[in-house]
């Protein structure tokens, strides 16, 4: 097996150090490439200073799918992993990829997450959309076969955030089968607040209805799925209101947000879904464009 390990980053010089310590020391024989977002904390001069990294290459967008195309076109491996930035590989990931390669040809695991009161840890997630049994896969925490991302095209470079989901359905539509090994795990340093970010209501849900009538159409079981993660997300920030953690001004924000979001998503769900319609259900993909990177640089080179 011929690995490269793909680290999409932007602005994340510190964290990005430590994760490449970690994949030096778990997966030393590896081809490693880093694809870096238009970074202004140094990145670029940190990586091509380092002995350990075999291609770096700078992008200029800020979209991670777009990174991670990037980096598919940038790595010669015939499998290939993607790993966030801001993760270290644990003792076991490298044994649990090449075990999890015997059963399917896409293989995924868990965060563990520490925080002030200890760590936790996720189990595999599954659903069942139109008769489609969907395993889902951690974008930062995966490894494919190159054959698999070359059939359903790689990522799909429109969505901002959704993008592993979406694999996820399209790995079912085109019989991939996918594995979860506990022990692929990757771990989380969270800071004190816990790490979380206020989500983006309005691209959450633009993602999930694109991605559903992309690689669904209009049926009633989307509609019922989109509409019930809305009516879940309305009740919880409701009951912020209610406590006076929210003001009823963002609550009614929200929503127009997600009522948007929905409709904008939907929208152009039809026209993805028209423009492409093999399995793959992917016009923004890996083969659509040649221009992603902005210099690419072989750090094994003596010429660099």
């Known amino acids: 097996m011929d690995l490269s390990v793909v680290v999409p ?5 510190d964290q990005l150090g430590a994760c490449l310590d970690t994949v030096a020391d778990q997966a030393p024989d590896a081809e490693v490439v880093v694809v870096n977002g238009p970074s202004a904390d140094g990145t670029t001069g940190m990586v091509t200073e380092r002995a350990d990294v075999d ?30 930035d801001d993760l270290r590989l644990e003792s076991d990931w490298l044994p649990a990829v090449v075990d999890g390669l015997t059963e399917a040809p896409v293989v995924t695991g868990p965060t563990h997450r520490t925080l002030r009161g200890g760590v936790t840890t996720e189990s595999t997630e599954e659903v069942t959309i139109a008769g489609r049994g969907v395993t889902a896969i951690a974008g930062h925490n995966v490894a494919f076969q190159r054959r698999v991302l070359e059939t359903i095209d790689g990522f799909d470079e429109y969505l901002e955030t959704g993008g592993a989901w979406d694999v996820a359905h399209r790995l079912a539509a085109t019989d991939h089968a996918v594995a979860w090994r506990p ?21 959450t849900y633009r993602a999930l209805a694109y991605r559903l009538v992309k690689n669904y159409g209009l049926r ?34 929200t929503g ?5 979001g ?32 902005v210099t690419k640089y072989e750090l094994d080179d003596a010429s660099q």
Do not use: C, Y
């Open 55 to 84: 291609v770096l290459v700078e992008v200029a967008s800020r979209t991670v799918n777009v990174a991670r195309n990037a980096g598919i076109d940038a790595a010669s491996g015939d499998v290939i992993a993607f790993l966030g």
């Open 9 to 13: 980053t932007l602005n994340g010089r």
């Open 262 to 293: 929905m409709l904008t998503g939907g929208s152009d769900g039809l026209v993805a879904r028209a423009r492409d319609r093999s399995e793959a259900r992917n016009p923004h993909g890996l083969s659509k464009r040649a221009d992603r990177a």
């Open 183 to 203: 022990d692929m795990s990757v771990r989380r340093e969270f800071e004190a607040d816990g790490g979380r970010a206020d989500p983006d209501w309005g691209w």
């Open 220 to 253: 009633p079981t989307v509609a019922r799925r989109t509409l019930s993660h809305a009516a879940s997300d309305a009740i919880t920030a409701a009951r912020d209101v209610i406590r006076g953690d929210a003001e009823p001004t963002t609550w009614f924000g």
């Open 256 to 260: 127009r947000q997600v009522i948007t």
